[in-house]
T-cell receptor, first 111, second 113 residues
Framework: SQQGEEDPQALSIQEGENATMNCSYK?????LQWYRQNSGRGLVHLIL?????REKHSGRLRVTLDTSKKSSSLLITASRAADTASYFC???????????FGKGMKLTVNP | AAGVIQSPRHLIKEKRETATLKCYPI?????VYWYQQGPGQDPQFLIS???????DKGSIPDRFSAQQFSDYHSELNMSSLELGDSALYFC????????????FGSGTRLTVV
């Protein structure tokens, strides 16, 4: 298992703005997953992108994956105060591999 | 849709006591993972089970043990509790060859006093 490194570590924006966060990893992967965690709550799976995919959408979320650069980005469009949370990326080889979480990115959306 | 169920939601124990946390995975999920998240910390992997067998082990203290039962639910047993064991304990489940990510429970908040 490997840990993804999120960047920036913190981001503060106004409601309605877009938020972009990046994730870098070190070795080849089968898929990369993004999770959100509201303070003191459980992690919520947002989206999974496979290594043969370059872009994926889910509602206001857009994820890209560049395996040549070993990086992924998560874009949240038209942010809302409810998007305030920590966001984690988790690159994996698939199967039953455990997820290893880094420090995450703390997003604050101000109303 | 059914989610991962963890019980209890909150637990207060005294030092040196024992605690048992339970996790009920999503039906038909064959893998369970346990994580510990201390205050202001990242979730740390403890242990996982695939088809009732331990599949991976992380930074789990020797005072902790876990198992997965025939109905796929899992229990994390923690003995000789220490103040530093106070944390949120999450359970997650997944399908080994699934492509939908891992589903986490809401966690058990353990406070050791």
């Amino acid at each position: 298992s490997q840990q993804g490194e999120e960047d920036p570590q913190a981001l503060s924006i106004q409601e309605g703005e877009n938020a972009t966060m990046n994730c870098s990893y070190k070795t080849s992967i089968n898929n990369l997953q993004w999770y959100r965690q509201n303070s003191g709550r459980g992690l919520v799976h947002l989206i999974l992108i496979r290594s043969n995919e370059r872009e994926k959408h889910s509602g206001r979320l857009r994820v890209t994956l560049d395996t040549s650069k070993k990086s992924s980005s998560l874009l949240i469009t038209a942010s809302r105060a409810a998007d305030t949370a920590s966001y984690f990326c988790a690159p994996t080889q698939g199967g039953s591999e455990k997820l290893v979480f880094g420090k995450g990115m703390k997003l604050t959306v101000n109303p | 849709a059914a989610g991962v169920i963890q019980s209890p939601r909150h637990l207060i124990k005294e030092k040196r006591e024992t605690a048992t946390l339970k996790c009920y995975p999503i039906p038909r999920h064959d893998t369970v993972y346990w994580y510990q998240q201390g205050p202001g910390q990242d979730p740390q992997f403890l242990i996982s089970f695939y088809e009732k067998m331990q599949s991976d082990k992380g930074s789990i203290p020797d005072r902790f043990s876990a198992q997965q039962f025939s109905d796929y639910h899992s229990e994390l047993n923690m003995s000789s509790l220490e103040l530093g064991d106070s944390a949120l304990y999450f359970c997650a489940s997944s399908l080994r060859f699934g492509t939908y990510g891992y589903t986490f429970g809401s966690g058990t908040r353990l406070t050791v006093v």
